[in-house]
């Protein structure tokens, strides 16, 4: 847990409950004159103990008393507490029947079933002032007096606006009823909370500590216990032993619920659970405004000090008459456009437009105010339920297409509006692949994780590139941009690697305020290149988004940085998504989509372009966007329908001569992504059969090709009629020979085996096809890496054939 205390809270605990004497002499000036004793107390010479008082409605008053085994504790106790009601008169607190509690155990085998309810005897305190008391007890630990000073008071009302005052109280959960939390609000940075619970041996247990106010959570770093000594005249300040116990988190939906998160500093015992309200202190009524964000946009307020940013809940204290809320207005994140206002009680703004006032006047109770944000209509196409379906009208002419518009639900597979998003995660989950690696020895999890592939300080000294260099033939030049981004993004999920963390946000940071023109690229691509810059970027989107992701929500990541990267991948998506719009038959006309040339033209479309498209579902994952990722299911059915034969080659990657396996391997590795993407999310693209095809039916055609390259010599020697559509003589000469070359610069040799098929052979270990490529790459298992990829043997290899 990332916990920090500002520092004008920090530095007040020098040690448990020393914070007290440290507290009364800051906040004694601020007690106000009234006969609300609210907050906590105690004596100077006992610090180590204390009381917690709560004023209620109609002169009833809860205790709660902070100390120390008695003689009638199991001998194994270390702490105790007795918790009282009763009711106020004149100056008077008198408490009859105040009970001890005991049975259940602390963490996650909690048992309120557990819960035996000891009596224990009588308390009344008779207040001299606002600030001195004297507290007279008998119970069954003994009897006595002790005078007490007040050291916290709740804040008042206006100095407390993030989280209102009106959360101060006491707090549970009915599950584990018998333990619980106690809130003092002290100010609008800081809250004092009690957690009252039980050792492993069912013995009462406690612990405290001054948090901070984080949006609508009350984070308490570093909870205290005390131990050490006993209760009455057995106690001695000076055997007080302060341990630091746990960490906890209050998160507020409202004034009525929420959730509370802990963690103990040893790390045996964490858990969450649903929290609800038992006390209101009289006179700090709890209602507020719950502003809700979601993940595309957020909230702005004119002075800046109600905002709620991006995936945040914030909480805005009401007054009676409405004054406490400002002017706020809706911010949409790129891609995203705001459509309106939800609200579940009253007519908090009159009208849909992105700034109002909201009128909360009349509010009895808690009211939530939400932006609606939809994702930008104009870069989805086709709409609705449709697909573009492309398809060749002569074998060997891949110029000569025709486009039609189908409905998907022909296919038998149900709505598109069926396919939406089910997980944030893009290919793997990261935490089970963690542990998953943690298996292996130390010196296998380095080879395949390619700990050693660049020398050592690579991570700090290694400076970005604009990811086109005019200079090179080819574009981005190995390792380019897309080898540490993928290194970086590895080396931090899966290895935990702060370093890597720091590269992804310099490198993406650099190229966004360098506005680096990945579209056009008029200032650092070659002549000729910019037709091609679409192409390059679908390649790299994944690897740039799921970087980014990786690191986005880290602390270290400022606002203004994470805006400005967020705005720079939604253009390169943008630009994707309306580039290949253009191409398709020009159904779409935008200027801002290649004003004056278009480059390849349809070729785009039926090439393997689906790469982009691979971009555009992974950007959609990282988004949230359900209509962007059903563009990408689109995509795929069109692939299977129009741009594959029947024996599982691919129409137009199979024409490239002496490349045309290289090419058509490549090909199908971004189907095999775009089938692991969707099934991370639930859907199986791996199983959709159109006409007798699918991904299986490549996966076959292409260990076929590369057992007998003569399958594909019918379809790569059709390059003599289009011979543009090689890049080099070499190329268009060599149909009859896939490895033409010993540096290998078009063909495939499949060196280090086909990274991409361990993803394929993965989800299907008894395919028939994974005899057929082991007895190919007889080496296959064995550790190698291609920087040219981003699914890697760090994360797709089946570590379980790794270990002995």
Same mark, same amino acid.
């Given at each position: 847990m990332n916990v920090f205390l500002p520092a004008n809270v920090s530095n007040r605990l020098p040690g448990l409950l020393k914070l007290f004497v440290v507290l009364w002499a800051l906040m004694i000036q601020s007690v106000s004159a009234n006969s609300q004793y609210s907050g906590s107390w105690y004596n100077s010479d006992r610090d180590g103990e204390g009381f917690h008082i709560e004023m209620l409605e109609d002169d009833q008053v809860l205790v709660i008393w902070f100390t120390y085994p008695g003689p009638t504790d199991d001998p194994s106790a270390e702490q105790a507490w007795i918790l009282g009601s009763g009711t106020i008169t004149d100056n008077?607190?008198?408490?009859?029947?105040?009970?001890?509690?005991?049975?259940?155990?602390?963490? /996650?085998?909690?048992?309120?079933? $557990?819960?035996?309810?000891?009596?224990?005897?009588?308390?009344?305190?008779?207040?001299?002032?606002?600030?001195?008391?004297?507290?007279?007890?008998?119970?069954?630990?003994?009897?006595?007096? #002790? $005078?007490?000073?007040?050291?916290?008071?709740?804040?008042?009302?206006?100095?407390?606006?993030?989280? /209102?005052?009106?959360?101060?109280?006491?707090?549970?959960?009915?599950?584990?009823?018998?333990?619980?939390?106690?809130?003092? &609000?002290?100010?609008?940075?800081?809250?004092?909370?009690?957690?009252? =619970?039980?050792?492993?041996?069912?013995?009462?247990?406690?612990?405290?500590?001054?948090?901070?106010?984080?949006?609508?959570?009350?984070?308490?770093?570093?909870?205290?216990?005390?131990?050490?000594?006993?209760?009455?005249?057995?106690?001695?300040?000076? $055997?007080?032993?302060?341990?630091?116990?746990?960490? &906890?988190?209050?998160? *507020?939906?409202?004034?009525?619920?929420?959730?509370?998160?802990?963690?103990?500093?040893?790390?045996?015992?964490?858990?969450?659970?649903?929290?609800?309200?038992? #006390?209101?202190?009289?006179?700090?009524?709890?209602?507020?405004?719950?502003?809700?964000?979601?993940?595309?946009?957020?909230?702005?307020?004119?002075?800046?000090?109600?905002?709620?940013?991006?995936?945040? #809940?914030?909480?805005?204290?009401?007054?009676?008459?409405?004054?406490?809320?400002?002017?706020? =207005?809706?911010?949409?994140?790129?891609?995203?456009?705001?459509?309106?206002?939800?609200? =579940?009680?009253?007519?908090?703004?009159?009208?849909?437009?992105?700034?109002?006032? /909201?009128?909360?006047?009349?509010?009895?109770?808690?009211?939530?105010?939400? /932006?609606?944000?939809?994702?930008?209509?104009?870069?989805?196409?086709?709409?609705?339920?449709?697909?573009? &379906?492309?398809? *060749?009208?002569?074998?060997?002419? =891949?110029?000569?297409?025709?486009?039609?518009?189908?409905?998907?639900?022909?296919?038998?597979?149900?709505?598109?509006?069926?396919?939406?998003?089910? #997980?944030?995660?893009?290919?793997i989950d990261y935490r089970q692949r963690k542990q998953e690696l943690a298996q292996l020895p130390e010196e296998l999890r380095n080879n395949l994780c390619s700990t050693t592939a660049y020398e050592a300080g690579f991570y700090t000294e290694y400076t970005p590139t604009p990811p086109l260099d005019p200079l090179q033939d080819y574009n981005p030049p190995p390792p380019g941009v897309h080898g540490p981004l993928l290194l970086a993004r590895v080396h931090y999920t899966l290895l935990d690697n702060q370093d890597a963390a720091g590269l992804i946000k310099r490198s993406l940071l650099e190229w966004a305020e360098n506005e680096v023109d990945l579209i056009f690229a008029e200032d650092v691509a070659a002549p000729g290149w910019g037709a091609e810059v679409h192409y390059q970027l679908g390649l790299l989107m994944p690897i740039y988004v799921m970087a980014w992701e990786a690191i986005r929500d880290l602390d270290f990541v400022s606002p203004t940085d994470r805006s400005k990267i967020d705005d720079y991948l939604y253009k390169l998506m943008r630009f994707l998504a309306l580039r290949l719009e253009r191409e398709a038959g020009n159904f779409y006309d935008d200027p801002y989509v290649c004003p004056d040339n278009c480059g390849w033209g349809n070729n785009e479309v039926f090439n393997h372009s689906w790469t982009q498209d691979l971009g555009l579902m992974v950007f959609a994952v990282w988004t949230g966007n359900d209509t962007l990722f059903q563009r990408g299911i689109k995509r795929y059915f069109a692939i299977l329908d129009g741009l594959i034969r029947p024996d599982g080659s691919h129409f137009s990657e199979s024409q490239r001569g002496g490349s045309a396996l290289s090419y058509s391997i490549g090909a199908t590795d971004t189907l095999i992504r775009m089938a692991e993407l969707a099934a991370v999310q639930g859907y199986d693209l791996y199983g959709v059969e159109i006409d007798g095809k699918s991904l299986h039916t490549i996966m076959d055609f292409h260990i076929s090709a590369i057992e007998d390259e003569t399958l594909i010599h019918p379809y790569a020697q059709s390059v003599q009629v289009n011979p543009w559509y090689c890049e080099n003589d070499s190329c268009r000469n060599s149909w009859n020979n896939q490895l033409f070359s010993e540096d290998n610069p078009g063909g495939w040799d499949g060196a280090g085996g086909w990274i991409e098929f361990d993803v394929y052979r993965k989800r299907f270990p008894e395919s028939p096809l994974v005899p057929r490529y082991l007895a190919l790459f007889p080496n296959a298992d064995q550790f190698y890496y291609w920087e040219g990829t981003f699914v890697q043997a760090c994360e797709f290899r089946d570590v379980s054939r790794l270990i002995d």
């Open positions: 008077t607190i008198t408490i009859i029947g105040a009970n001890k509690f005991q049975g259940p155990e602390f963490g /996650p085998d909690y048992n309120k079933d $557990d819960l035996v309810l000891l009596p224990w005897g009588d308390l009344s305190i008779v207040f001299s002032g606002n600030n001195n008391a004297t507290v007279e007890y008998d119970g069954l630990d003994g009897e006595g007096t #002790t $005078d007490v000073i007040r050291i916290t008071s709740m804040a008042e009302r206006e100095n407390a606006t993030r989280i /209102p005052v009106g959360f101060s109280g006491a707090w549970y959960n009915p599950a584990t009823n018998g333990q619980g939390w106690f809130v003092e &609000v002290l100010s609008d940075e800081s809250a004092l909370v009690y957690f009252f =619970t039980y050792d492993a041996n069912g013995n009462q247990a406690w612990n405290l500590a001054v948090g901070y106010l984080d949006g609508n959570r009350i984070v308490v770093p570093n909870s205290q216990t005390g131990k050490g000594t006993f209760f009455g005249t057995q106690f001695d300040t000076k $055997d007080v032993v302060r341990e630091s116990f746990v960490d &906890v988190v209050l998160e *507020y939906e409202d004034c009525k619920s929420g959730m509370a998160k802990y963690k103990t500093t040893d790390g045996e015992h964490s858990g969450s659970m649903p929290i609800e309200r038992i #006390t209101t202190l009289d006179g700090k009524e709890c209602k507020v405004l719950v502003l809700n964000t979601g993940e595309a946009g957020y909230i702005m307020s004119d002075s800046g000090e109600q905002d709620c940013l991006e995936g945040q #809940t914030c909480l805005t204290n009401l007054v009676s008459d409405g004054s406490s809320v400002e002017a706020l =207005t809706a911010v949409p994140r790129s891609g995203y456009v705001f459509s309106g206002w939800t609200k =579940t009680s009253g007519e908090l703004c009159t009208d849909d437009e992105a700034s109002c006032v /909201p009128d909360t006047s009349g509010v009895e109770s808690d009211v939530v105010l939400a /932006p609606v944000f939809e994702p930008e209509g104009s870069i989805y196409f086709p709409p609705d339920e449709q697909l573009l &379906v492309c398809q *060749y009208t002569e074998p060997n002419l =891949t110029q000569s297409v025709t486009c039609t518009l189908k409905n998907f639900s022909d296919y038998g597979y149900g709505p598109l509006s069926d396919f939406k998003l089910t #997980t944030d995660q893009f290919f």
